[in-house]
């Protein structure tokens, strides 16, 4: 049974610290996507990539942010220095172009 | 901006009874479409999807339809099961690689 896996799941830290949140695609899957997803804004696409290469990281603030994906089978998502507004779960998805998007579990992220 | 929304936040249903989720959408040049159910704890899971060429999709259950002419996108559950609670999503994209979430129905099941 393929799926998108994350680590970690949860996640507390301090303001100012280094989080990062990986994921592993599934299997074949050419795109990556990176989301976050509060009550407030709902589900919101941070990043993405297709074949490894980035496509659009509009939705991420780029000061603290980035997004990377070092090979076909690891995805990462880093915030440095992390802020308690960043407070929320973040999910990545995999997909192949255009096909349905396969979500993780997702990774929630406390930042005190 | 062009926006996907939900007609409703909630929905309470009865045990056996058909689910109708709505959905509207105003990006004109969306031409693909998708459900998902989201569990507590857990990332969205995939239901049905939809392309613009179709009005009408059927699944396990499930029946995706689509009305291009008022941009509106519903989902029906047939013989609603307590396990069908949870959070609905649908999505448009116009591109097969970003998809634009709306805000979420919360559907409950009453036994």
């Known amino acids: 049974d393929a799926r998108v896996t994350q680590t970690p799941r949860d996640k507390v830290t301090e303001m100012g610290q280094e989080v990062t949140m990986r994921c592993q695609p599934i299997l074949g899957h050419n795109t990556v996507f990176w989301y976050r997803q509060t009550m407030m804004q709902g589900l919101e696409l941070l990043a993405y990539f297709r074949n490894r290469a980035p496509l659009d990281d509009s939705g991420m603030p780029k000061d603290r942010f980035s997004a990377e994906m070092p090979d076909a089978t690891l995805a990462t998502l880093k915030i440095q220095p992390s802020e308690p507004r960043d407070s929320a779960v973040y999910f990545c998805?995999?997909?192949?172009?255009?096909?349905?998007?396969?979500f993780g579990p997702g990774t929630r992220l406390t930042v005190l | 901006g062009e926006s996907v929304g939900l007609h409703l936040p909630t929905l309470s249903v009865q045990e056996g009874d058909n689910s109708i989720i709505n959905c509207a959408y105003s990006n004109s040049a969306s031409d693909y479409f998708i459900w998902y159910k989201q569990e507590s704890g857990k990332g969205p899971q995939f239901i049905i999807d939809?392309?613009?060429?179709?009005d009408k999709r059927q699944g396990q259950r499930v029946t995706v339809l689509l009305n291009k002419t008022v941009k509106h996108l519903s989902l029906q559950i047939a013989a609603t099961q307590p396990g069908d609670s949870a959070v609905y999503f649908c999505a448009e994209s116009d591109n097969d690689y970003k998809l634009s979430f709306g805000a979420g129905t919360t559907v409950t099941v009453r036994a």
């Open positions: 939809i392309r613009s060429n179709m």
């Open positions: 998805a995999s997909g192949n172009g255009a096909d349905t998007q396969y």
